[in-house]
């Protein structure tokens, strides 16, 4: 297979999520009866155990509570860590293969949010991409259009693997054919592909293509030290392709030497955006006692044991 690349930098992003799902929602037809909308009412279990009028002539209204005052920063608050990680799959993308079924992409927390492909089985949903795979292009650094499905009897699948970045082929409809690469190895993720489209044609897959290594290390911040002036504290995931963990320790070390307070926090098994519900809570704890140390002016609940901060902290501090 032949593959072009163009060197656009941004492309639009497509809307077939948004219209897929106004396909799965909305009701086929406006002029339902009262008898359909009590079926799809039943469907979702909305039965109402009692008219309205039972309902507020018979219950009693709830007691009020006690106000309570705490602290600013030490309450108990109703959004748990799983809550604020969004510890339930997350949809990246949808197509249709040719024989009509829904074929979708999904972000797995319990697995450090490896991108798996999903298509509709007869009876249950079936796994496309291998474990030792995942499905994620960096293009734009967050990505965008990291799979396409052609549109022949072939069901030929393209897709970008998250951890070398390289362009892989695989046929859905034979179980037993591994997923193949089609683009160079450059032994990192030096260029990005995104957002491809068929050329049944000329037998062709045509793609979005970014970066090339150099420009990634000349946007790099750590070219830009000299510009710091403010404390600065850094949270790296050992697992990041896009923000490698040596350009967070290069940094690190350069601003320690240069004498501004700063602090490192690495995670492991973290990626370009952290999962796991504890690294979260850690993450939005440790940003709240940084800013409170280093600009004051508030106190922090006492059981948030503070990190060391680097040319801050003193041996009686510390």
């Not at 009866?33 to 009693?60: G, Q, W, Y």
């Not at 509570?65 to 959004?79: F, L």
Request: glycine share 6%; with cysteine; charged share 25%.
């Amino acid at each position: 297979m032949a593959v072009l690349t163009s060197s656009l930098t941004r492309f639009p992003s497509s809307s077939s999520l948004s219209s897929n799902a106004r396909r799965l929602f909305l009701s086929p037809s406006s002029s339902s009866s009262s008898s359909s909308i009590k079926r799809r009412f039943n469907l979702f279990s909305f039965k109402p155990s009692r008219s309205l009028a039972s309902m507020s002539s018979s219950s009693s209204s709830p007691p009020l509570q006690e106000k309570i005052t705490a602290p600013y920063g030490s309450w108990k608050s109703p959004m748990t860590a799983d809550i604020v990680s969004g510890s339930s799959k997350r949809l990246g993308g949808t197509a249709v293969d040719s024989r009509g079924r829904l074929v979708w992409l999904e972000s797995r927390p319990n697995e450090s949010g490896r991108g798996v492909l999903v298509v509709e089985g007869e009876k249950e949903p079936i796994d496309i991409t291998p474990k030792e795979l995942a499905v994620r292009t960096l293009t734009q650094e967050y990505g965008g259009g990291a799979f396409r499905i052609s549109s022949s009897d072939d069901d030929l699948l393209v897709f970008s693997n998250y951890k070398d970045q390289r362009l892989y082929k695989q046929h859905i409809l034979h179980k037993d054919s591994p997923p193949k690469p089609i683009t160079p190895d450059y032994g990192s993720p030096a260029v990005t592909y995104a957002d491809g489209v068929f050329d049944a044609r000329f037998h062709r897959y045509i793609t979005v293509r970014e970066g090339e290594e150099k420009d990634f290390y000349e946007r790099s911040p750590i070219n830009f030290v000299d510009r710091f002036s403010c404390p600065i504290i850094l949270f790296q995931g050992l697992e990041d392709k896009v923000v490698t963990p040596d350009q967070s320790r290069k940094i690190y070390q350069a601003l320690k030497e240069k004498g501004l307070p700063v602090a490192l926090v690495e995670y492991e098994g973290e990626q370009h955006g952290f999962r796991k519900a504890e690294n979260i809570k850690y993450t939005l704890e440790q940003q709240m006692v940084f800013f409170a140390r280093v600009v004051g002016g508030f106190q922090v609940a006492d059981d948030i044991s503070p990190l060391k901060i680097d040319n801050f902290d003193t041996s009686s501090d510390a």
